[in-house]
């Protein structure tokens, strides 16, 4: 299994390490190219501005959206979701919010019920976090904070306002590999 991870900007080998010890193989994605022969996507968290520079630097857009349209299974996280949201791909019809819970300083780690990922709290890992407003009822919410939607879902496609990369759960990406293995 090979699980592509954008790897313009951002904590993508963090991701890597996961996947690696869920043994799958990931691949850094930078180009189109890249992209062939790949089994799921990651577009990690980051900054959203400069990856949206990538993107459109490598001719990374169309080739993003058809891939994840297609069917492929595919993980956001933080400005992932950010780049998922109509604003930017196009993927997911959500309005996300930029630092929606502050600044760096307003860091912060909380737990989430997400039934969907088992039955225990998921330790989840916020920084500098976006979160979604105005989610077309087609997008699943998974998890909220305060009322406002920060794990969604919509068939092929989770994203998540927080890094689950920063912590020793790995049912995050446990639920890309499963999706691969239903996809299959």
Known sequence: MVVGVLALQGGFEAHASILRSLGAEP??????NDLEGIDALIIPGGESTVMT?????EGLAEPLR???RSGTPTLGTCAGMIMLDRAHLGILDVEVERNAFGRQLASFETDLDIPELGNAPLRAVFIRAPR????DPAVEVLAE???HPVAVRKD????V???????DDPRVHEWLVSAVKEHA
Do not use: C, S
């Open 161 to 167: 306002a927080f890094h689950p990369e920063l912590t």
């Open 145 to 147: 904070i305060d009322g």
């Open 53 to 57: 520079l990538g993107i459109e630097r």
């Open 66 to 68: 058809d891939l994840i």
């Open 132 to 135: 979604l407003n105005a989610p």
């Open 27 to 32: 691949r850094q994605v930078r180009t189109p």
């Open 156 to 159: 092929n496609v989770l994203a």
